[in-house]
């Protein structure tokens, strides 16, 4: 004979497991942001961050800090800097290293300052995923360069 047990749901901790099938495994995330981004959507990876994302940009230039939400980075870096371009920073080659939800993007940028000349840049990310969006990204970049983009004539 066959029992039947009944569970009462306070008993269960969820805490942990992806309940939501919508959700995406955070190499898979960033590879397809990357690529709407190579095939034209500019604004496909940055759509990505988190509201309060922790964004950090190393170095000492115009843009080096750390911004507290996407508002506050795309104010004082990333609106700045893309008004300096006249053609802004798309990826033209790539690697990834994933690590549960952290990942290191590693690629090579091609732009163009205001002035004409080249704006290519190499970068490495540390990314950290949580619930589809960038909760925190780290920015490693030729930081010269990026004195160059705010001093160019």
Known sequence: MRQRFTFDMKWIDLTGLNLNPQLMEPKALIENAVAAWQAGDDNAFWNLLA????YE???TTPASGV???????????LIPMGKLLAQGARPVA???????????????????????????????????????RISKLKAYL???LVD??????
């Open 51 to 54: 509201d309060d994302v922790r």
């Open 57 to 59: 940009v190393i170095g």
């Open 67 to 77: 911004y507290q939400s996407k508002n506050e980075f795309f104010r004082n870096a």
């Open 94 to 132: 790539y690697d990834m290293i994933t690590e549960g939800n952290r990942v290191v993007f590693m690629w090579t940028g091609e732009g163009v300052m205001q002035n004409g000349n080249p704006y290519n840049n190499s970068y490495c990310w540390v990314i950290e995923v949580a619930g589809n």
């Open 142 to 144: 030729d930081t010269a």
């Open 148 to 153: 160059n983009l705010f001093n160019q004539s």
